[in-house]
């Protein structure tokens, strides 16, 4: 019973101090700053694109027309701009700026490419949609008002009655809703005033904050990047990182070789030159043991050649990974030092791209299991179901507290995983246990 | 002779050093960097340096750029180049102050040990060795191939090898003919490329390499 009526406390305390929280202030400061503006941005847009419309449609107002409708986006962006900040400053609400329209070539591309623009077009949407949006925020903006005046009601009516005997037609009332034009005729009156006024304040900062929602909603429908763009700005990071992959992994792949097995090749080669000198100078018996030390050499760097080669090769294409990644991972487990309990269910095979990373992420995954967890056992899942996208989950006993910082391994997986749509969750709470799910698409 | 090497390789520095001593010249320093090989030039004034060009710490051309210094300090003192990969540009970067005691081969060459202490001894000795593979990357990179097309296919291995930078004698132990079939050779093919004849051996490595570089 006590929880319920502290639970109504904190509740009703919370509605007393909304009016007075610092975001109640800047939600109404927002609609009072925002109204002007609005105002200023519907008609600096609409008026020159009106006209550039109009002048258009005529022959010879064609070019300065158009130069008005130019003037009149470049406007709207200006006034999208001036709302951003603002949001920005009183709402903390961060929009990114959409990419600037970068006319090329000559005067017609570029006069065609700002034309063309999509957010300089929304802009003009914008400044247009918000002129309503501001009209309820300044209704809200009345609702503060009108409490202000209802609750000095007492305090005009004795301030009156200084001055004159008795207010002889009492002091006026208003409502934020529409209800006739009530009096307050006399001193106990005014108290009812002022509850209407205590009233009003307790909605105004609710009314305000939905004002400012529907704002919102206009900034970023209309402001914010539109889901192409931000496709698009995906892909071009993605992709970039897709092309340093790349590239990085063919210089990783030239120095490995240059670093090992062309050495070592090149040093079997000098030595069985040396092997043969030694044979062709016919010397005397002593040199066997010469020739056999420089042969069991020549034997070893051979040796360590293919062992070099075989590893490289494998590090571009596991040959198990043909057979599919049951088949890849099975190979890949079973040499794992941590013991790992693995489970692999696919209905539909991915393409021989997806199936590749999927391997690396495992491989990786598992690698960190074993250097960095101090995990006793791990386990591997891989599911996909039905048409729905490649599953695998790593999880271990280790120790917890992996997170995907940047330049970390996780992230670089993550970033990799990225290039063909999938993602990388880590659930690593420190002290263990540590469950990472890589989610791919079937096909690249 | 006193060789100092220069070579990150572990494997490979030590098996240079051990066949170099073998031979009974004598290994002063082997070294892994450019930085080493400065200093242990300046200390040992050896009569040759071999120089890997790729070394730590950026593993692009430190060994190319501590060899040109080694050239213009210590002007005794042979650089013999050798990497992975001819790369004509190092070519041309490494000749630009001539071609006197000067050397640019592929590590393969260091399989035929014969050749590549000739080499050696060869810059070591105020000459040149160029790989094959040098002479015919600057051969491609110029405009001369026509004028080329006038040699006969011997004269054109005879080119091939002066512009390497063998005597007389070597190619014609190279080519296994006289000295005088030789010598036919040369006054053929400076007659035909109009180059001035020149008796010394460096001066007609330049003349060649000049050419080729058209």
Redesign the interface.
Same mark, same amino acid.
């Given at each position: 019973m006590s929880g319920h009526v502290r639970q109504a406390r904190s509740v009703l305390g919370a509605l007393a101090r909304a009016p007075f929280s610092r975001r109640a202030g800047a939600e109404a400061s927002y609609c009072l700053l925002g109204l002007p503006l609005a105002v200023a941005g519907f008609v600096l847009v609409l008026v020159p694109l009106l006209l550039g419309a109009v002048l258009a449609l005529s022959l010879i107002g064609a070019v300065l027309g158009l130069l008005l409708v130019l003037v009149a986006t470049g406007l709207a962006r200006a006034f999208a701009g001036a709302n951003r900040r603002l949001a920005r400053r009183l709402l903390g609400d961060d929009l990114p700026e959409p990419p600037t329209a970068r006319p090329g070539g000559g005067m017609l591309a570029g006069l065609d490419a700002r034309l063309r623009d999509a957010a300089s077009w929304r802009s003009v949407a914008y400044a247009l949609a918000k002129l309503p949006a501001a009209a309820l925020g300044a209704y809200a903006l009345g609702w503060w008002v009108t409490a202000l005046f209802d609750l000095t009601a007492p305090l005009r009516w004795t301030l009156l009655s200084l001055q004159v005997s008795v207010p002889t037609r009492g002091v006026p009332v208003i409502t934020p809703l529409p209800f006739g034009s009530p009096h307050a005729d006399s001193f106990a009156e005014t108290f009812w005033a002022a509850a209407i006024g205590a009233a009003t304040l307790a909605g105004a900062p609710w009314f305000t904050r939905g004002a400012v929602a529907v704002d919102r909603w206009l900034r970023r429908a209309l402001l914010g990047a539109g889901p192409l763009a931000r496709r698009v700005r995906d892909l071009e990071e993605t992709w970039a990182i897709a092309v340093d992959d790349a590239a990085a992994l063919l210089r990783r792949l030239e120095r490995d070789l240059h670093d090992g097995a062309q050495v070592r090749l090149v040093a079997l080669a000098m030595s069985l030159d040396m092997v043969k000198e030694k044979i062709s100078c016919g010397g005397p018996a002593t040199d066997t043991a010469d020739v056999r030390a420089l042969i069991e050499t020549s034997h070893s760097q051979a040796v360590e050649a293919l062992a070099e080669l075989r590893s490289l090769a494998r590090g571009l294409h596991p040959p198990s990974l043909d057979d599919g990644l049951a088949n890849a991972l099975a190979t890949l487990t079973a040499a794992s030092r941590v013991p790992v309990e693995l489970g692999v269910e696919v209905s539909r095979r991915p393409t021989p791209a997806i199936e590749t990373i999927a391997y690396f992420c495992a491989a990786e995954l598992l690698t960190n299991v074993i250097k960095h967890s101090g995990a006793g056992r791990a386990s591997m899942t891989v599911t996909q179901v039905g048409g729905g996208p490649l599953q695998l989950r790593v999880t271990d006993d280790g120790c917890g507290g992996a997170r995907l910082i940047g330049g970390g391994g996780l992230s670089g997986l993550s970033q990799r995983v990225r290039t063909v749509d999938g993602s990388l969750d880590v659930a690593s709470p420190v002290g263990g246990p540590t469950a990472v799910t890589v989610t791919l698409p079937l096909h690249a | 002779m006193r060789v100092v090497i220069a070579e &990150? #390789?572990a %494997? %490979?520095r030590e %098996?240079?050093a051990q066949?170099l001593t073998?031979r009974g010249h004598e290994v002063s320093a082997a070294v892994p960097d450019a930085d080493a090989l400065r200093v242990a030039v300046a200390e040992n004034r050896p009569d040759v340096a071999v120089v890997d060009i790729?070394m730590p710490p950026t593993?692009t051309d430190e060994g190319l750029r501590a060899a040109i210094e080694i050239r213009q300090e210590h002007p005794g003192t042979g650089v013999l180049l050798f990497s992975?990969h001819i790369e004509t540009k190092y070519a041309t970067r490494l000749l630009a102050a001539g071609s006197a005691g000067v050397g640019y081969l592929l590590? &393969?060459r260091? #399989? &035929?040990? #014969?050749e590549f202490t000739e080499a050696l001894v060869r810059v070591a000795g105020g000459g040149t060795a160029l790989d094959p593979d040098v002479v015919t990357q600057l051969a491609g990179a110029s405009g001369r191939s026509h004028d080329l097309g006038l040699l006969t296919t011997r004269e054109r291995d005879v080119l091939s090898l002066m512009a390497q930078g063998r005597s007389n004698a070597a190619i014609a132990q190279a080519l296994v003919v006289s000295l005088g079939t030789v010598e036919k050779h040369v006054a053929a093919i400076f007659a035909k490329l109009g180059l001035p004849a020149s008796e010394d051996d460096n001066r007609r490595v330049l003349a060649v390499l000049r050419y080729l570089g058209g």
């Amino acid at each position: 019973m006590s929880g319920h009526v502290r639970q109504a406390r904190s509740v009703l305390g919370a509605l007393a101090r909304a009016p007075f929280s610092r975001r109640a202030g800047a939600e109404a400061s927002y609609c009072l700053l925002g109204l002007p503006l609005a105002v200023a941005g519907f008609v600096l847009v609409l008026v020159p694109l009106l006209l550039g419309a109009v002048l258009a449609l005529s022959l010879i107002g064609a070019v300065l027309g158009l130069l008005l409708v130019l003037v009149a986006t470049g406007l709207a962006r200006a006034f999208a701009g001036a709302n951003r900040r603002l949001a920005r400053r009183l709402l903390g609400d961060d929009l990114p700026e959409p990419p600037t329209a970068r006319p090329g070539g000559g005067m017609l591309a570029g006069l065609d490419a700002r034309l063309r623009d999509a957010a300089s077009w929304r802009s003009v949407a914008y400044a247009l949609a918000k002129l309503p949006a501001a009209a309820l925020g300044a209704y809200a903006l009345g609702w503060w008002v009108t409490a202000l005046f209802d609750l000095t009601a007492p305090l005009r009516w004795t301030l009156l009655s200084l001055q004159v005997s008795v207010p002889t037609r009492g002091v006026p009332v208003i409502t934020p809703l529409p209800f006739g034009s009530p009096h307050a005729d006399s001193f106990a009156e005014t108290f009812w005033a002022a509850a209407i006024g205590a009233a009003t304040l307790a909605g105004a900062p609710w009314f305000t904050r939905g004002a400012v929602a529907v704002d919102r909603w206009l900034r970023r429908a209309l402001l914010g990047a539109g889901p192409l763009a931000r496709r698009v700005r995906d892909l071009e990071e993605t992709w970039a990182i897709a092309v340093d992959d790349a590239a990085a992994l063919l210089r990783r792949l030239e120095r490995d070789l240059h670093d090992g097995a062309q050495v070592r090749l090149v040093a079997l080669a000098m030595s069985l030159d040396m092997v043969k000198e030694k044979i062709s100078c016919g010397g005397p018996a002593t040199d066997t043991a010469d020739v056999r030390a420089l042969i069991e050499t020549s034997h070893s760097q051979a040796v360590e050649a293919l062992a070099e080669l075989r590893s490289l090769a494998r590090g571009l294409h596991p040959p198990s990974l043909d057979d599919g990644l049951a088949n890849a991972l099975a190979t890949l487990t079973a040499a794992s030092r941590v013991p790992v309990e693995l489970g692999v269910e696919v209905s539909r095979r991915p393409t021989p791209a997806i199936e590749t990373i999927a391997y690396f992420c495992a491989a990786e995954l598992l690698t960190n299991v074993i250097k960095h967890s101090g995990a006793g056992r791990a386990s591997m899942t891989v599911t996909q179901v039905g048409g729905g996208p490649l599953q695998l989950r790593v999880t271990d006993d280790g120790c917890g507290g992996a997170r995907l910082i940047g330049g970390g391994g996780l992230s670089g997986l993550s970033q990799r995983v990225r290039t063909v749509d999938g993602s990388l969750d880590v659930a690593s709470p420190v002290g263990g246990p540590t469950a990472v799910t890589v989610t791919l698409p079937l096909h690249a | 002779m006193r060789v100092v090497i220069a070579e &990150d #390789a572990a %494997l %490979l520095r030590e %098996l240079l050093a051990q066949m170099l001593t073998g031979r009974g010249h004598e290994v002063s320093a082997a070294v892994p960097d450019a930085d080493a090989l400065r200093v242990a030039v300046a200390e040992n004034r050896p009569d040759v340096a071999v120089v890997d060009i790729r070394m730590p710490p950026t593993h692009t051309d430190e060994g190319l750029r501590a060899a040109i210094e080694i050239r213009q300090e210590h002007p005794g003192t042979g650089v013999l180049l050798f990497s992975q990969h001819i790369e004509t540009k190092y070519a041309t970067r490494l000749l630009a102050a001539g071609s006197a005691g000067v050397g640019y081969l592929l590590k &393969d060459r260091v #399989a &035929d040990i #014969a050749e590549f202490t000739e080499a050696l001894v060869r810059v070591a000795g105020g000459g040149t060795a160029l790989d094959p593979d040098v002479v015919t990357q600057l051969a491609g990179a110029s405009g001369r191939s026509h004028d080329l097309g006038l040699l006969t296919t011997r004269e054109r291995d005879v080119l091939s090898l002066m512009a390497q930078g063998r005597s007389n004698a070597a190619i014609a132990q190279a080519l296994v003919v006289s000295l005088g079939t030789v010598e036919k050779h040369v006054a053929a093919i400076f007659a035909k490329l109009g180059l001035p004849a020149s008796e010394d051996d460096n001066r007609r490595v330049l003349a060649v390499l000049r050419y080729l570089g058209g």
